[in-house]
């Protein structure tokens, strides 16, 4: 079968490989559709943390089943989004019902071999049917539940102030579910376009340009109070840090995206707010639903996020291309089938 393999950082190739192995109890996908994620953009760029080369990426996943195993409920033909968080299913995390920070996770695209390819074979447990929905937005299922996840670890409340800052797809999804919830919400970029278009798509009522001058528009916007909520999904140290900066006494910060540097902070700025920090790694199961539910009722606007388009030969050029240019792109999928 073809796959798209990254060699090493910075190196794509379209390979012919090996039909995948279905393993017991897991069900073989035909895949459709694969998001492009940032992910898959660090790891082209060699700053993964989590990852060794060679490495078919692609974990946005949507597809048809192929093979299933007997009783896992799906049957040949369905549409399905692919969980590509793959658990031990034993450890104290999976114990306590929070597989996405499994202590031996195998996402797929990082740990093990992705969905750029035409087939793969997963646990049954991780694919979820679905109606009424197409591939291309089931292809978006994974990506909106990261912020969907990071919106129900924050437990905002309706009419709390939210400041999400990055204003790419996973700061996008976490924005629109944050509103969802009942969020007053404002957006943080250093692209005056992201930062319009999160206000004309109507997932953010404001937005603040970061920089130098961000901590002054914080406060007036807040009337010296700082947001109940704030969310950093931007990758980048230097920002997590200072999103420390931006959060009420009494107030939380969640820290969507991960980064290999230290994050570094005041204590005493920690401290006197009383603050809570937290992470937010992947999804469950429920935020794949939750997310599921809201694009079926039509509250998703897919139509203006998926902004690009490619296929398995294509990516090996357009990958790289949009990893150094992003102007325009919120986000790519790739069309395998």
Not at 273 to 293: C, H, K, P, Q, Y
């Amino acid at each position: 079968m073809r796959a798209l393999v990254c060699r090493k950082p910075g190196e794509l190739a379209l390979e012919d490989r090996a039909e995948p192995a279905r393993s017991e109890g897991e069900a073989l996908i035909g895949v459709s559709r694969v998001g492009i994620c940032g992910t898959d953009f660090h790891i082209f760029e060699g700053s993964h943390p989590y990852l060794q080369y060679p490495r078919i990426m692609g974990h946005e996943i949507s597809g048809e089943v192929l093979e299933a195993p007997p009783g896992a409920g799906l049957t040949r033909g369905q549409t399905v989004v692919v969980n590509p968080y793959i658990s031990c299913g034993a450890c104290f995390a999976c114990r306590r019902g929070k597989p996405n920070c499994c202590m031996r996770i195998a996402v797929l695209g990082v740990h093990r071999d992705g969905g750029f390819c035409e087939r793969i074979s997963v646990p049954a447990g991780n694919v979820y049917p679905v109606s009424g929905i197409g591939v291309d937005a089931a292809a978006s299922v994974e990506f909106l539940s990261i912020g969907a996840h990071a919106v129900a670890r924050s437990g905002i409340a309706s009419g709390s102030r939210a400041l999400v800052i990055g204003a790419g797809p996973i700061g996008l999804g976490v924005a629109l579910f944050a509103k969802l919830a009942g969020g007053e919400v404002t957006a943080m970029d250093r692209d005056k376009e992201r930062l319009a278009f999160a206000e004309e798509i109507g997932i953010a009522t404001g937005s603040i340009m970061a920089g130098d001058d961000a901590a002054r528009r914080v406060d007036e916007a807040t009337s010296g109070d700082g947001f109940e909520f704030v969310f950093d999904a931007t990758g980048h140290p230097a920002s997590m840090a200072q999103a420390f900066n931006y959060v009420s006494h009494g107030g939380a910060l969640v820290l969507v995206s991960v980064v290999k540097d230290d994050i570094a902070f005041s204590d005493p700025e920690f401290h006197k707010r009383e603050m809570t920090v937290m992470g937010s790694r992947n999804a469950l199961r429920a935020d794949f639903e939750r997310v599921i539910a809201a694009i079926e009722a039509k509250r998703v606007p897919l139509d203006r996020l998926l902004s690009r388009r490619t296929d398995l030969k294509g990516a090996v050029t357009d990958l790289p291309r949009w990893t150094s240019n992003k102007k325009g792109l919120v986000k790519a999928l790739v069309e395998i089938a």
